[in-house]
């Protein structure tokens, strides 16, 4: 079922892409979008997407630990880490 799904999303991608307005008008792009993140979702395997979903948060806060620990600025000071 997956299968014929992302066939489906493939071919309305391919119509919107042909349109001679995709480029200016923001409502094709915006359609263009939705479909693209469905495929993803249709072809994506559901365990990638858990662990995806479960590592999502580490990253911007260890990105607020570093700035909070200033370590950006002891980096640049001593040319690396």
């Not at 990253?59 to 980096?75: G, K, Q, T, W, Y």
Request: zero cysteines.
């Amino acid at each position: 079922m997956a299968n014929l799904e992302a066939r489906e999303i493939l071919k309305s991608l391919n119509n919107l892409v042909s349109d001679s307005s995709f480029g200016s008008n923001p409502k094709i792009k915006q359609e263009a979008v939705r479909l693209s993140k469905a495929l993803t979702a249709t072809v994506e395997e559901p365990e990638n997407v858990a662990m995806e979903l479960a590592f999502s948060t580490f990253l911007p806060m260890s990105a607020r630990i570093a700035v909070d620990l200033n370590l950006f600025e002891h980096i640049a000071n001593h040319n690396g880490p």
